[in-house]
Each structure stands twice: as C-alpha cells, then as structure tokens.
C-alpha cells in the first residue's frame, strides 16, 4: 500500500501534520492507498511556490519550454496508460475499460493545449492592440468522479497560457492526481509550476478560494460547495471559473428511433454510474410512446452486468459508503413521492458500494427525484404531451448544464434544442465533450467555460495598448 505525500516545488514534502487520508476501493472496502491530510500552512507553501515560480522566473514567458512540457507530459502518460487506468478504477470504480480510455484522451488534452502556448495578440486597428498574458497563480478544485480527466481541464488550460497551478484533487480519489504531478516533473515542469496538495476541501480548499496570492480558481463540484469558493473569491475579485450541478433533462421525440435512444438513455444515466455532473437523469417521453419505449428500457436495463470495475462491467460501485447512502435516500424520497418504481431500488447483496441501476416512472417534475442532483444510477422518467411541455419541463429546474434531444428530424430537433436553457445539448448523442468545443453552465450549474480556446482564455487576462 503506498502512502503519498505532497507534491510542492517539484518534490514529495511531508506535510506539517501527520495525520493521512485513507484512500478506499469502493468494490471491495479496502484501504489501497493513504495520502497526506493537508492543513493551511501546507496549502500556503504551495501557494508561495506557484507565486515564486510565476513571479520570479520564465515560466510565463518561457513559450518553447511550456509546448515541450505539455507534450512530454502527453508522451510519459500514452507509455503508463495500463498502470494509471488501473490506480483510476481502483480509486474511483469506473470499469477498466473507461479508464483505459481516458487516460489517451487526457494526452490528447494535453497535446491540443501544447498548440496554444504562443502569445495571443489582436490588432484591431493601426491604434490598438489587445494582448492576452498569463493570469497569475491558478488553483483546481476537481471532484472524484472522472478524477484524471477533471485534473486535464485544470492544468492544460493553466500550463498552456503561461500560469503556475495548485491542483487539489477530492480526497476520495487523490491518486491519479498525485501521480500526474510526478509526471510533470520528469516531463521537464520547473519547480513550482505544478503542486498537488490532498487534505479536506473545507481547510486545504478554501484556503486556494480565499488566498490574496491566488489569481485564478477553477471548480468543478456540488452548487452549494461552489457558492461557497465565489464566496471566498471575492476577497481579491480573482478570475473564477464554477462546473457545478446539473439535472439535464434528455427529451425523446415521437419521431425517434427508439432501439437508438434506448440505448442512448442508458449510456446518458448509467455511465459511470451516474456520477457525472452531465448526466441525463430526467428522461422525458411522449405520452405515445411511453410505454413501448419503458418496456424496451427496462428490459435492458435488467441485462447490465454490476461489478468490481476491474472486470470491466457496464457499471462499477458508486465511489464510497456515503454516496451509496445518499442514492438510497433519494430512492426512498422517490417512493414517498409517489413514483412508479419501473426496476431497481436496492443496493446489491455484497462487499462494496453496489447500487442497482434504478428507474422511476411517472415522475412528478416537481419531486425531489426530479428537481435535485444524486449523483448516482437513478433515472425519473417523466412525460409530456407537446414539444412546448417538454421545454418548460426540461427548463423547470434550477441548473442548466446539458441535455439532449433524440428526433430523426434533425431540424425539429435543432429547434427544440434553441430553447433549452443548458450549455451543452446533444442531439442523437449523449456525453460527447469534444477538446475543442466549450463546456459549462447557465444559472446554477456554474459561471465560465472549460475546454477550447474559451477554457484557454480563462486563464488569461485581456490588455489593450492603444497607441495616440
């Protein structure tokens, strides 16, 4: 069992307490790991070496050795793909396979950015020119459902415009972050460039929200954790970034293909066990085609294989005892509303964090199954009766992060796509998040982009030289 440290300035640092974390594999229950339980004063040293490293060398301006950096990063990660999908289901419980296939994609991440490292100048006019420079010092709060890839959108984005990082990774699944931290120092990183710290997010988090040598902090969790970093953002007006909560809704039209957006469905709620933030959690179905459609849904909802991720199953544990807990709260809120339970219910018979993949039907769009995150395999199937009942459905809660419209008429669905209220809408697809394409929310699910030149820019500030 390894025991991590901290990654500050470039090197494994004991932390001022001895206190750890333990780090559990949510399949069987076991202990695999401990890290470091970061106080104040550790997150305080790793502020002053991203500060130092900005501030006091050429990092910032260093454009060659910032593209060689995030390349060899991408390098070292494509020749560690068996050993870091693994440390990623052994932490989180995503199956293998996903995992396996993350960990290329985050290179990809990382090799799209190594493009953008050369100076961004407009000329507007014979006047005026806008430069945009390095923001400063930036802090990533990631969570512990897509851990490595969540730690991507931080660091490439930050690395690429010129900025220094603090990465504090979710102390359920802090592995793959520590690890890349290494990575980038034997890609080359300077001292300081990259710090990875683990401890509680009420100490070590809020300590990067609210430090004045912090000049950019980047969130991607629960709405509620989110208010709480703007709030202590504001102390010095730092640029933020918030992917918070989501409850997206995935309308079926009546002119579908069925066998399609079944499957569709499925992949949209219990990918990952539905501990994405995007999930499609409100299924909304036409009146006429409810019932062959649940019919079809339940069936094959039956045949998905639940098990350790390591056996590569449509659908490993939830992440630990406590989310396991709160999805079967919010079954139970679920049956005291009064929805139908169409399959599921329970949690498996056996070691570990197994939660069945749980449909509810005839939802109420006013339920708490309906209008709250649970972050886990429970899916309200909701009906409508005309396109303009299922946009006021779809935009009847408070977040508006994703959803998705399933129509053989891609013009049908491309207009009712115009009118929900979301940053991202798929239509016949569901979870795609191209690198380049921009990723975020309307109202509570979050304020700012990632990915794409937009995620770049958020890490940059914006200066206009005008010359008389």
């Not at 590569?312 to 139970?332: A, C, F, H, N, T």
Request: glycine share 10%.
């Amino acid at each position: 069992m390894k025991q991590y440290k901290l990654r500050i300035n470039g090197e494994w640092t004991e932390p001022e307490s001895e206190n750890t974390i333990s780090v559990t594999n949510p399949a069987t229950e076991e202990r695999i790991a401990t890290v470091a339980d970061g106080g104040r004063v550790d997150a305080g040293k790793a502020i002053d070496a991203a500060r130092d490293a900005f501030d006091n060398t050429d990092w910032s301006q260093n454009h060659a050795l910032r593209k060689a950096v995030l390349l060899k990063a991408a390098e070292l990660l494509r020749k560690d793909v068996d050993r870091l999908a693994r440390l990623e289901t052994l932490d989180n419980g995503m199956p293998i396979g996903w995992a396996t296939r993350f960990i290329p994609d985050v290179a990809d991440f990382f090799e799209y950015y190594a493009g953008f490292t050369e100076p961004l100048v407009e000329e507007l006019d014979t006047q005026s020119t806008v430069y945009y420079e390095p923001a400063g010092v930036a802090a990533g709060i990631i969570p512990w459902n897509l851990p490595l890839k969540m730690a991507s959108w931080k660091v490439a984005p930050a690395l690429a415009a010129g900025d220094t990082i603090i990465l504090k990774p979710s102390s359920q699944t802090p592995l793959t972050a520590l690890e890349l931290g290494e990575i980038f120092g034997r890609a080359g990183c300077p001292k300081g460039v990259i710090n990875v710290i683990t401890g509680r997010g009420d100490v070590v988090g809020a300590e990067l929200a609210g430090s004045s040598k912090v000049d950019k902090v980047a969130f991607t969790g629960g709405t509620e954790t989110g208010k709480e970093v703007m709030r202590l953002a504001s102390g010095n007006l730092k640029k933020i970034t918030l992917e918070c909560g989501g409850k997206s809704a995935n309308i079926v039209l009546d002119d579908a293909d069925m066998g399609k957006a079944v499957k569709g469905a499925l992949f949209a709620m219990f990918f990952n066990g539905g501990q994405v933030c995007t999930a499609g959690s409100r299924l909304l179905l036409p009146e006429s085609i409810h019932d062959s459609f649940m019919e079809l849904m339940v069936a094959e909802t039956r045949q998905l294989a639940i098990g350790d991720g390591l056996n590569d199953p449509d659908m490993g544990p939830v992440v630990s005892l406590e989310q396991m807990e709160k999805d079967l709260r919010y079954i139970g809120y679920g049956l005291e509303d009064g929805a139908e339970l169409a399959t599921g219910g329970a949690c498996l018979d056996r070691t570990g964090y197994f939660v069945e993949p749980t449909i509810f039907d005839r939802v109420d769009p006013e339920s708490r199954i309906a209008q709250e995150e649970i972050f886990g395999p429970v899916l309200s199937v909701l009906t409508y009766s005309d396109e303009a009942e299922a946009i006021e459905i779809a935009n009847g809660t408070k977040y508006g992060l994703a959803g998705a419209v399933w129509s053989e008429d891609v013009s049908r669905a491309k207009r009712v796509a115009s009118h929900i209220r979301a940053g991202t809408v798929w239509i016949n697809t569901y979870h795609g998040a191209p690198k380049y394409a921009p990723f975020g929310g309307y109202r509570e699910s979050g304020i700012g982009r990632e990915l794409g030149t937009h995620g770049l820019k958020s890490y940059l500030e914006v200066k206009h030289v005008m010359v008389g």
